[in-house]
């Protein structure tokens, strides 16, 4: 990766330069600041749900309940679910690296509501700090799901102080991807028509698209919780003739789309890293785009598979079971075409390759166990054991989180200007994969085996795999530890990258590192289409 | 005080455009387009209750059928003329800001806000009514019902206060949004800004008037 020395040359004026007060950074409109400020944010949330995740895994050593008493056991696990779903994997990719990104790819000098965009990061922080104050307050037991009639009627603990903070997190989702939406509609530089957007902007597209259909929808159903704890409204009361399955259809209605909200930007990060290290135009830009969207439309019919137990018609199973074998159609083009890529290209094993490789290995067995659950007589057999928290862990951590590893060590040159250790991240990335699986699959045959979820006790013959799993979390941390180390070595010692230091195109690396307060000198014009890599021939596809 | 000799101008792209955006048009598109979104989400806000209360209505038919009966019909109507009324004055609105004529632009803005806060007098004199009839199954309250399923009255009552009360807080912000612009077209500084505003805030005052009509049927019209 040697650099032009020109190119080395640090730009006088950036973004970052001037401007170190508190107030310069909690009341800025610029979108690379605040991408900033949520980078601090879902860090510091990450790190919290993942002491509690290291305690329900230190839990788990043992058969017997040693460590923590079964109800601070149920406490951890949803705290974990709770900061890991809405604090950490919802905001991770579309709010950092979106934010910092979207303006720059497509050419503009910053979003379309940059005062909504800081008002949003505001609304967010306040109310996942309000959730994690509530541990203090008497936490919450009910799991990050919130199902009736327990959440509602029997549970003693803070489920209303929780689901209000999930409630107000909401609108910094719903606010998010309004401005995305907007921006990328109105604001693409001239010539950047929609068919030469880069993938990774696609992909922000589909799940802003998410987040303003679905939230809306969690919104209301936290609301009524929430009056049921307060005023006594009962809409999901048994006793009245309400329904409690009612609440798991709008709930899933929500949250099924939130899994691709926490898998689609991940697929878009992994299309930018994959061309750039193959030096080569990703294999069917239209297909891609197609799948993305297909995506996010196939997302919202398939929420019931959440429910093939749990009491809803047999007929609305088979669809829900037909439609989540469809979803597998457009992830499956997915897979193919970045495999497809690397074909004929001049591959570089730098990190971020290593975690786009990561992620394409680990989302393909998370993907093809989803099949597995979809198929409603497996279900049966399978659900709620350990095999759906390998599956889904396996799309969540093992996609979207190496994604967004991946992601950052990308673009940390061009958000710092400084390039980190080449050799420890790379460490870095091999002990995430090591560490991931030695967690999780285990956690496939506890769970085809017959470990329920959720438990803190297990029986004896389980816990060879359970060792094996608390062992990689250890793995795991170190993964997620190193990069905060090298990474912020880096910020104060790191070279200079100078602008373009993987030698990718896109419209964010022809501007200096770190960019200048509006992005570019002067706003470009584009034309060719993205991936315009040389290395292979002249010819690009799409 | 908006007067007559103050400027007329057409309306034109003027005024500093912010930053981010390239010219007048853009910024406005993207307003606007921004607008409907947000729409788009409430919507869906109320899309799940409205959802959730359909899907009732077809269990526990009869029930809710002659719960409704127990809602005050008159005050509803009226209420549903005043609304609608109200959506015309807002219209009108837009039509004289873009015009550029501040005082029709101030009074009709006023219009708006009055019929706007008498609907809300009349909803809270319509709970009040509940709450005397012991029909307000909220904190506690007892609640008396005469008819055949008490359960499901419930929990159509349980509906009635989430959906009325929820539109009713819709209403304040708009309200709030509405005397905050009439403020602005009193001094009368920026006419195409102030056309821009009333624009927007008239598409949020019109969707209120919208999710009215729907609670309107929901609640109101499917009785017995």
């Given at each position: 990766m040697s650099t032009p020395s020109l190119e080395q040359r640090w730009p006088r004026d950036h973004y970052l330069s001037g401007g170190f007060r508190l107030r310069d950074w909690l009341l800025t409109t610029d979108h690379k600041r605040i991408g900033w400020l949520y980078f601090a944010s879902i860090t510091f949330f990450f790190f919290i749900g993942g002491i509690a995740a290291l305690l329900i895994r230190l839990e788990l050593i043992t058969p017997g309940g040693d460590l923590l008493s079964p109800d601070t056991y149920n406490q951890m696990f949803s705290m974990h679910g709770i900061i890991m779903v809405w604090f950490f994997l919802i905001p991770s990719i579309p709010n950092t690296l979106g934010n910092f990104l979207i303006p720059m790819m497509i050419g503009a000098r910053d979003l379309a509501f940059p005062k909504l965009n800081l008002l949003s990061w505001h609304v967010y922080t306040i109310g996942a700090l309000f959730v994690v104050l509530t541990v203090l307050l008497g936490a919450v037991d009910t799991g990050w799901t919130f199902y009736t009639p327990y959440s509602t009627l029997f549970t003693e603990t803070a489920v209303l102080a929780a689901a209000t903070g999930v409630f107000v997190v909401g609108f910094s989702s719903i606010l998010t991807g309004i401005n995305f939406m907007v921006t990328l509609h109105k604001m693409r530089a001239p010539g950047m028509s929609w068919m030469r957007l880069p993938l990774f902007a696609w992909a922000t597209y589909a799940t802003s698209l998410i987040m303003i259909l679905a939230t809306p929808v969690l919104s209301i159903t936290l609301l009524l919780i929430a009056v049921e704890r307060l005023f006594g409204i009962g809409i999901f009361d048994p006793a009245l003739g309400g329904d409690p399955i009612l609440f798991q259809h709008l709930f899933w209605f929500y949250s099924h789309p939130a899994v691709y909200i926490m898998i689609l930007p991940g697929m878009g990060v992994v299309s930018e890293l994959i061309t750039c290290f193959a030096r080569n135009s990703v294999f069917g830009y239209k297909s891609m785009v197609i799948s993305i969207m297909a995506i996010a439309l196939f997302g919202f019919l398939v929420w019931g598979h959440h429910m093939f137990v749990a009491g809803q018609s047999m007929y609305a199973g088979v669809m829900f079971s037909l439609f989540s074998f469809l979803v597998a159609l457009p992830s499956a083009i997915k897979t193919f075409n970045w495999t497809a890529t690397l074909y004929r290209g001049r591959i570089l094993l730098t990190a971020p390759m290593l975690y786009a490789f990561s992620f394409i290995g680990l989302f393909t067995i998370g993907g093809l166990t989803g099949i597995i659950l979809a198929a409603m007589a497996i279900d049966v057999h399978v659900h709620d054991t350990y095999f759906v928290v390998a599956h889904f862990h396996y799309i969540m951590v093992g996609g979207m989180v190496t994604a967004y590893l991946g992601g950052v060590h990308?673009?940390?040159?061009?958000?710092?200007?400084?390039?980190?250790?080449?050799?420890?991240?790379?460490?870095?990335?091999?002990?995430?994969?090591?560490?991931?699986?030695?967690?999780?699959?285990?956690?496939?045959?506890?769970?085809?085996?017959?470990?329920?979820?959720?438990?803190?006790?297990?029986?004896?013959?389980?816990?060879?795999?359970?060792?094996?799993?608390?062992?990689?979390?250890?793995?795991?941390?170190?993964?997620?530890?190193?990069?905060?180390?090298?990474?912020?070595?880096?910020?104060?010692?790191?070279?200079?990258?100078?602008?373009?230091?993987?030698?990718?195109?896109?419209?964010?690396?022809?501007?200096?590192?770190?960019?200048?307060?509006?992005?570019?000198?002067?706003?470009?014009?584009?034309?060719?289409?993205?991936?315009?890599y040389r290395n292979q021939d002249q010819e690009t596809t799409g | 005080m908006p007067t007559a000799t103050k400027t007329r101008k057409p309306l034109g792209d003027q005024g500093p455009v912010a930053e981010q955006f390239e010219t007048m048009g853009q910024q406005r598109d993207a307003n606007r387009l921004g607008m409907w979104m947000f729409l788009g989400t409430e919507l869906l806000l109320f899309g799940g209750l409205f959802g959730a209360f359909v899907t009732y209505r077809v269990i526990h038919a009869e029930g809710f059928a002659e719960a409704a009966g127990h809602l005050d019909l008159t005050l509803g109507a009226l209420n549903t003329a005043l609304l609608l009324t109200s959506g015309l004055t807002m219209a009108l609105t837009e039509q004289m800001s873009r015009a550029a004529r501040p005082k029709a632009t101030f009074w009709l803005l006023v219009a708006t806000i009055a019929i706007g806060a008498l609907f809300i007098v009349i909803k809270g004199h319509e709970w009040y009514k509940e709450y005397q009839e012991q029909l307000m199954p909220v904190l506690g309250l007892p609640f008396s019902y005469p008819g055949e399923q008490p359960e499901q009255a419930e929990l159509f009552f349980n509906f009635y206060f989430v959906m009325t009360g929820l539109h009713a807080l819709h209403m304040l912000v708009g309200l709030g949004v509405l005397g905050v612009i009439a403020t602005v077209a009193w001094r009368w500084r920026n006419p195409p800004r102030i056309a821009r505003q009333v624009q927007i805030s008239g598409l949020y005052w019109a969707f209120v008037d919208v999710i009215w009509v729907i609670v309107f049927s929901l609640l109101y019209l499917s009785r017995v």
């Open positions: 990308f673009w940390w040159p061009k958000m710092t200007g400084r390039m980190f250790s080449e050799l420890w991240s790379k460490v870095a990335a091999l002990a995430l994969f090591i560490g991931f699986n030695l967690t999780f699959f285990p956690q496939f045959i506890l769970g085809y085996l017959g470990m329920p979820r959720r438990y803190h006790e297990y029986p004896a013959d389980f816990q060879l795999l359970n060792v094996m799993s608390s062992l990689g979390a250890g793995a795991l941390a170190i993964g997620y530890l190193l990069p905060l180390v090298y990474l912020t070595w880096s910020l104060f010692r790191g070279k200079p990258a100078g602008a373009n230091p993987w030698g990718a195109t896109g419209l964010e690396w022809q501007t200096s590192s770190p960019p200048p307060k509006h992005n570019f000198v002067q706003i470009p014009r584009v034309s060719e289409p993205p991936y315009a | -």
